[in-house]
């Protein structure tokens, strides 16, 4: 059973001709068709019946299509090596960047010890700075701007000595 004989509304279609079609049967009514016009419909039919199937399996085999050209579209290029050549690539690498690496490495080293060095030496600075300079003045004799004046300045060095420490913490 064709595709087009199942479904009516797909059936054949009616006459071209207007008015009434018992009109032009009467006219010959000893015509019959032909034996194998039958047999063409059929054939028809199940070509058409063919030609729908192929077009829902493309259907079905391209509908993916727009997100499959996306995917495909990748630019990036895979190439699978074996782990020899791995191995020497790396120890190129290492004999390349290896030299180097232990320069900057010393070049650390050295700077940290001058960091060090610096640090000691601010610290003996700072020991050698705090006792002469927490002696505490006599202001007994001394005037009013004087002792404001001295007041001022063991404010600045405390602030000095507060930077002094976070200078070292930094070192």
Known sequence: VSRLSVHPRL????SIFPGNPEL??????NA?????????????????DEAYEAQELIRQGTYD?????????SERVFLLVDEGTVRRYKADLTDEIEP?????LSRAEKGLQVL??????????????????RATANTAGMSKIDVRR????????QKLEEEAAQLQAEV
Do not use: F, H, W
């Open 116 to 133: 060090l060095k610096r640090e000691s030496i601010l610290q003996a600075k700072a020991l050698q700075s705090r006792p002469s300079s």
């Open 65 to 73: 299509l727009p997100r499959m050209t996306k995917v495909l579209d």
């Open 32 to 48: 019959t068709c032909s034996p194998y016009l039958r047999e063409c419909v059929m054939a028809m039919e199940d070509c058409c």
């Open 100 to 104: 180097q690496i232990n320069e900057l």
């Open 11 to 14: 059936g054949p279609r009616d």
């Open 24 to 29: 032009y049967r009467a006219v010959d009514t």
């Open 150 to 157: 001295l007041q001022m300045l063991a404010r600045q060095r």
